[in-house]
């Protein structure tokens, strides 16, 4: 009854935290700009393969595949940790085995999982800690960046040694009755041979606590960290842009003024009633977006794939585009709070500039290799054009070499700095020669 009341608390306390915090988070979706989402179907399809089938981090085969396996095998272990929160709060013991065969299934895949996941994570930490893997530093990867995803790692080993354990005490206080349910476990238990019932017991008891409640810990750390893609990934994967990379979004009423000017005749066509003019082109700041890029801010991993195949950052840029993507998050974070409360915020500051500066934005060749690289489909270019946007549209600060340009689509109809009217000279030149040729 004292443990049942305990473990109650514990998970009042634990998912009430976790609620505040989703709510504080999600608030801010609705200081964004709408994204159409249809094709439900091709979207299902879509996170069965990238998210659930890890096939974007196969790119890099060997660390993608430990990648895929952490994945999968937290999807395995999830199971195990439903039933634990089921026995915890009825004070029963291992209340799904009522499933049968599929339960003790089940348990095997996780049992193994739970051996591979923690050498995997291993392999991970090792990699951050003495590899110092290159994509893994940059700008903005500051030090707290990395002790963050270091222990996240180290809460992923301690759940996994505590489930072992949890595993291996059990078949020791059980012998030959669970080899087959937890066959690591099973192995594992043979060092433990030699100890008193009561003994193994305890220690079945206290894996059963350190593994629950790292479990609540975890929870609620993750979404203070780069580990948020765990609950994020599937859901960004999900609402995947599902235009061919490098098609840009129009923007509506420039599309109309365009067409317009095209055609003369469109231009007594009345505005519809319900049409009103944008209060501001682009983005400049994070309630500008539409809430699909800000939900690609928070399932970004910051694994720096997009940033290691970037032309731009490669030949020496100052652009990242893990660094647009993590610093749209941040300015979300500083500013979303106080839009909430008094719907407007002002501090002098801006995505723009304060957090993305200009040289950057310009850098971007719109290549799509980031967006084609990220493994949760996340697309950079579409925020760093809609930057653009604000830059030439609200404040006319192109580049010079783009002013121009733009000066010459306005009073040429084409880039170059020729009347239209001259523009089919060059047949004269050609009809001339040709008639000489011919003579
Ligand atoms: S689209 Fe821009 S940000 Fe992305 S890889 Fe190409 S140059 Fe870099
Ligand atoms: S945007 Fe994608 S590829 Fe880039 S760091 Fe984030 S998750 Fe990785």
Redesign the pocket.
């Known amino acids: 009854m004292v443990k049942q009341l305990v473990f109650c608390t514990t998970l009042i306390i634990s998912f009430g935290i976790l609620a505040f915090t989703f709510f504080r988070i999600f608030s801010f979706f609705r200081l964004t700009k709408p994204y159409p989402v249809k094709n439900i179907n091709k979207r299902f399809i879509l996170m069965l393969k990238v998210a659930f089938g890890q096939t974007k981090i196969f790119r890099k085969p060997v660390i993608g595949f430990f990648h895929a396996l952490v994945f999968w095998g937290f999807c395995i272990i999830l199971f195990g940790s439903l039933e634990m929160i089921i026995d915890g709060m009825f004070a029963l013991h291992k209340s799904f085995s009522s499933l049968g065969e599929a339960y003790n299934i089940i348990m095997a895949i996780g049992d193994i999982f739970a051996f591979v996941v923690l050498i995997a994570i291993l392999i991970f930490l090792f990699r951050r800690t003495i590899l110092h893997v290159k994509r893994f530093s940059g700008i903005e990867m500051l030090s707290t960046s990395h002790a963050d995803a270091n222990f996240a790692l180290t809460l992923i080993l301690l759940l996994m040694v505590s489930l072992l354990g949890m595993n291996a005490f059990w078949c020791a206080l059980n012998p030959n009755k669970f080899s087959f349910v937890y066959p690591a476990g099973n192995i594992l238990s043979k060092r433990f041979a030699y100890m008193p019932n009561v003994h193994l017991a305890l220690y079945y008891k206290m894996c059963w606590w350190v593994h629950i409640l790292v479990i609540f810990l975890f929870m609620n750390i993750l979404p203070y960290s780069k580990h948020f893609?765990v609950f994020m990934s599937v859901p960004n994967v999900f609402f995947s842009r599902l235009d061919p990379l490098g098609k840009l979004p129009n923007m509506d009423n420039v599309t109309k003024e365009v067409k317009i000017m095209m055609d003369s005749n469109l231009a007594y066509t009345t505005p519809a009633e319900n049409e009103v003019p944008p209060e501001k082109f682009g983005v400049s700041d994070p309630e500008d977006v539409t809430w699909k890029t800000y939900l690609d801010s928070l399932?970004?991993?910051?694994?720096?794939?997009?940033?290691a195949v970037c032309p731009a950052n490669i030949t020496g840029k100052k652009l990242s585009?893990?660094k647009v993507?993590m610093n749209s998050r941040a300015r979300m974070k500083e500013k979303g709070p106080f839009l909430i409360k008094n719907k407007s915020y002002v501090d002098g500051k801006s995505l723009i500039r304060d957090y993305v500066s200009t040289e950057e934005i310009w850098a971007c060749t719109t290549c799509n290799a980031?967006a084609q690289?990220?493994?949760?489909n996340?697309n950079?270019p579409i925020l760093i054009v809609d930057m653009r946007r604000f830059l030439v549209m609200e404040e006319s600060s192109a580049p010079s070499g783009l002013n121009t340009i733009f000066t010459n689509i306005q009073n040429n109809g084409a880039p170059w700095q020729f009347s239209p009217e001259d523009r089919m000279l060059w047949t004269k030149e050609l009809t001339r020669k040709n008639i000489s040729q011919n003579i």
Request: proline share 10%.
């Open positions: 893609h399932a970004c991993t910051e694994c720096g794939r997009c940033t585009p893990r993507i980031c690289e990220c493994p949760i996340i950079h």
